[in-house]
């Protein structure tokens, strides 16, 4: 498992490890509802929070990233 930062680290390696890095792709997408994921939502072209905490909610909105819930 990882966390926080550690999950662009397991990306970045695993992108590596295929010859490939995260900049080579057009568009890039990761959907989180928790601010630990802020690291990775940060690296890609298109962040989504999803039923979002209230820390990651604030900086969504913030950033005018979109944000969604699945929640009726």
């Not at 995260?22 to 929070?49: C, G, R, T």
């Not at 209230?54 to 944000?67: D, F, I, N």
Request: charge should be positive.
């Amino acid at each position: 498992p990882c966390f926080k930062e550690g999950k662009v680290t397991r990306l970045n390696a695993w992108l590596a490890a295929r010859g490939q890095s995260i900049a080579q792709f057009e568009k890039s997408f990761f959907y989180s509802d928790s601010h630990n994921d802020l690291p990775l939502l940060q690296q890609v072209s298109h962040p989504m929070a999803v039923d979002p905490d209230a820390q990651l909610k604030a900086h969504a909105q913030a950033r005018g990233w979109p944000v969604m819930s699945l929640n009726p």
